[in-house]
């Protein structure tokens, strides 16, 4: 790892093991800030790495490419959280005036981050995007202004894998569904919804707490593979807690092709380890795998081929670094979104929120970006911060990721009012008066 002219992430890994920000690069005037709340350290680092160095060489080569934004440049640093909430709320600090411009958006990849940064962000009017994480009911912008939980939540993964499994089974009445997920902020979320679909649809929920890492499953999965013989597992896990799960159930001899995991728990360093074993596992996914794209040869262009990638050429184009790579995506277009608004020039937190607050990515945008058929459409709103986005369904093959079902639509006409019911609940017990969009059109 280098550190770069304009975008830095440290001196190497063993720097950002041991310190809690990276060395600050040389800004210019006239750049835009982005800042990254990443973790290249500790028991989630395999699983951080790869996302953090999407991110960043998405960052680095639109400004090798295009000279940054419309003509302003873009100036990235990050600051290694190593996946704890007090380090990530300290990372927030030290970087928010670190940059050469107010900070255009937050990414803190951590639902307990996230929580944790939720009124810090609304006193200093920034923007934050909790990326297919957070808290799902921060999809409600009247309530919650300044954060954003685009393509997708938890909420509407966890509706989206009992679409799945209903329509692989036919009916889920009788049906007994097992849930392992960790014992976080980021485990908890989709339990509720869980529990709700289980009474409308008539399965059976077990859950299952793993404690954090994750390395210690043994008994959970004694009960599962030997006891319980669930129809369907379903995993909300993250890092070494999805690789030692894997492994563990196919030593009890669960069977992949009815173990399905979140959003995070579907990327190469989940299924390697157990090899051949994790053939046929499954999991929802909302970006497309593999590198041929025209954006990511661009990247091999214009970053490692100049000897600026941030990682191994190798990991380009698999899951976790595709992730990262979608997040700068969101970012940037909503930098150049507001620039068509406020000038083409580096904007207020204030101003970047704006533009995410009317980004509308298109197919055909997708395909001017070069990443046609990389994702859905995209379309946030006052009042809508999640964009309705959807998933498909994902299986290994012992390989590579291939996609085995058509993009799942989750039901919005029932998520939207749980959205809004518990956004109010956060309201009123916070005291915050819901925003009227319609004055603000």
Known sequence: MKTKALLTAAAGAAVLATSLWS????????????????????????SGIPFANGFADYLTMLNARDGGINGVRIHYDECDTAYNNDRGVECYERLKDAGPSEPAAWNPLSTGI?????????????????MGYGRADASDGRVFPWVFTLPATYWAGADAIIQYIEEQEGTLEGKDIALVYHDSAYGREPIATLERLAEQEGYNLHTFAVAHPGLEQQATWRQI???????????????????????TAASVGYPMDRFIGIWWSGSEPDVRPAGSDARGYKSLGFHAPGADFPAIQDIVTHVYDEGEGFGEREAIGEVLYNRGLM???FVSEAIRTAQARFGERPLTG?????????LHITDERWDELGLGGFAREIRITCED????????????????????????????DELRPAYEASAAQYAE?????????????
């Open 327 to 329: 997040n700068a995506v």
């Open 429 to 441: 017990q916070n005291g915050i008066e819901l925003r009227d969009c319609d004055a603000e059109e």
């Open 114 to 130: 996230t929580y944790a940064l939720i009124e810090r962000v609304a006193q200093d009017e920034a923007p934050l995007i909790s």
């Open 225 to 247: 593979g030997r006891q319980l013989r669930p129809d369907w597992t379903v995993m909300w896990g993250w890092g070494v807690m999805n690789s030692t799960a894997i492994q």
């Open 385 to 412: 911060h999640e964009g309705g986005g959807s998933a498909f369904v994902q299986q290994w093959d012992g390989e590579s990721w291939e996609i085995v079902s058509d993009w799942i639509q989750p039901r919005n």
């Open 23 to 46: 060395p600050e690069p040389a800004a210019a005037e006239g750049e835009q800030f982005v800042p990254g709340l990443q973790y290249r350290s500790g028991p989630y680092a395999p």
């Open 350 to 358: 204030e101003e970047t929120r704006w533009g995410i607050e009317n």
